[in-house]
């Protein structure tokens, strides 16, 4: 085997530098080289895509989509809830009432009516990465499958210079003190994670939430660290740069332990924001329109997803915006999307005004910008919520029937896959797996569900988990 000269600096995982400059060492860290890349480009695994980047709106908690985009108005009044259906500008598709702007936009819209998976109430990773095995809990483990995001962060291997993959506006869980299993690079490593932001919600003036009627939540996601502070240049802050490289190589002499090392990737990546203005920019709305601010609702969702538009303007493939649940660090719209008590108060009040008003202006402004034909848009919830309604006005957990959405780049808009059954309970036709949803996701982005990821010992992985594209819903 061919030996290159090398420094005998120590990498992430405690192998040498000389060591992994072996040929054929990249198979056996799980790296993925220029000529890997062209084979799998040369095999089809890998290709251009109609959508050139991809925005998930996730609504953590499990949305009761029954009452938003699969009602049920011929069930008894246990089952089919408060809400009328209306019609859209796509003759034979109705949704809720209380989703007036989205009806108008159904005619780019794709909505999936079968999804449904059995591996447990509140598991974030089928709708990240499509694996919808049971857990023992839901914390993210190293050896988990890696989110959707983290692939495409993956095959950028470092090229360009703004992240592919940027989460928002908080790690996920972070509203509830619980970090939950999903978003991560799994066994890629945490190197594929990606670029999360931070936040600090906050209630309207002289709003007071409560469980039963939650409030808007305010604010917007700022990426840490990004600030020069007093006195701080770009000369100064390279040739610091300089010194800390000098000070992490002596360390890692020493550093024997074989873990990922994401501090140093993370430091590379907030330098980088630091001195070039793409990415640092579209977090700054004060330079934008204040009446886009407002057609996004100016809350904290729908200030992230004003800023998801931003950044894939700017080149980020990758951006997911979350709905999170707020009731640790700060005890506001309590229970998001898990609405076990007072579902219909709650939904009409706060939940799908808000949607409504996030979800349409975002399609409208990608639409007006030329963005809309190579954006791929994502609705979905790690599950949905019970047929029966029960003694509180509200619907419980329920993985086994619920709807997701798409719109955009290579999605045949006005059209509806799947069916459930007349309460909503289970799937009738054409069932859709959350691998399905992802695989469909994947491949709009021109990622086949044959390729394969290396673990970090280097075996190939299946990314599909047994899951295909909805061709029925693709534009071709």
């Known amino acids: 085997m061919l030996q290159l000269l090398g420094t005998s600096r120590r990498c992430c995982d405690g192998l040498t530098r000389r060591e992994t400059l072996r040929a054929g060492s990249l198979a056996a860290l799980g790296g993925f080289g220029l000529p890997q890349y062209l084979q799998a480009e040369e095999t089809g695994l890998l290709r251009d895509g109609p959508a050139k980047n991809v925005i998930v709106l996730y609504l953590l908690g499990g949305a009761a989509t029954q009452d938003m985009v699969d009602l049920k108005p011929d069930a008894p009044s246990e089952v089919r809830g408060e809400f009328r259906p209306i019609s859209t500008n796509v003759p034979g598709i109705q949704i809720c009432e209380h989703l007036p702007c989205m009806a108008e936009w159904a005619h780019r819209l794709a909505i999936v009516r079968s999804v449904n998976h059995k591996a447990g109430c509140h598991n974030c990773l089928p709708g990240f990465s499509g694996f919808d095995v049971q857990m023992p809990d839901q914390h993210p483990r190293d050896s988990d499958p890696p989110s959707m995001g983290s692939i ?41 994670d990606g670029l999360t932001t931070e936040v600090m919600p906050y209630a309207p003036e002289g709003a007071k939430p409560l469980p039963g009627t939650p409030s808007a939540v305010l604010g917007a996601p700022q990426l840490p660290h990004t600030e020069f502070s007093e006195g701080m240049t770009l000369d100064r802050l390279s040739r610091r740069r300089s010194l800390l490289t000098q000070f992490d190589d002596q360390r890692r002499l020493y550093d024997q332990v074989r873990s990922p090392d994401s501090y140093n990737r993370y430091q590379s990546q907030a330098f980088d924001i630091l001195t070039s203005s793409p990415v ?35 080149g980020v493939r990758f951006v997911h915006v979350t709905w999170d649940l707020f009731w640790g660090p700060v005890n506001i719209d309590y229970d998001a999307w898990d609405t076990h008590n007072n579902n219909f108060s709650i939904l009409k009040s706060n939940k799908l005004p808000g949607f409504d008003q996030t979800f349409s202006a975002l399609l ?47 999605i045949r808009g006005g059209t509806v896959y799947g069916r459930s059954d007349s309460q909503a309970a289970y799937p009738a036709e054409n069932p859709v797996r959350p691998a399905d949803l992802c695989m469909t996701v994947l491949d709009r982005l021109g990622i086949s569900p044959e390729l394969r990821l290396p673990d970090r010992s280097g075996r190939p992985m299946d990314i599909s988990f047994g899951g295909r594209p909805i061709t029925e819903i693709l534009t071709g």
């Open 152 to 192: 495409c962060e993956w095959l950028r291997q470092g090229r360009g210079d703004v992240p592919g993959y940027v989460f928002m506006p908080c790690w996920l869980g972070w509203g509830q003190s619980f970090r939950r299993a999903g978003p991560y690079g799994g066994y890629l490593g945490r190197n594929y």
């Open 280 to 314: 640092r920019t579209a977090f700054d709305l004060s330079g934008e329109d204040p009446r886009t601010v407002e057609r996004y609702g100016n809350t904290l969702f729908g200030n992230s997803t004003l800023i998801a538009r931003r950044l894939v303007e700017r």
């Open 364 to 410: 409208g402004d990608l639409e007006e910008r030329g963005l809309l034909d190579e954006t791929l848009i994502f609705v979905t919830s790690e599950m949905g919520r019970t047929p029966k309604i029960n003694a509180n006005a509200g619907r419980d957990h329920w993985t086994f029937c619920y709807s997701s959405m798409l719109a955009g780049a290579g």
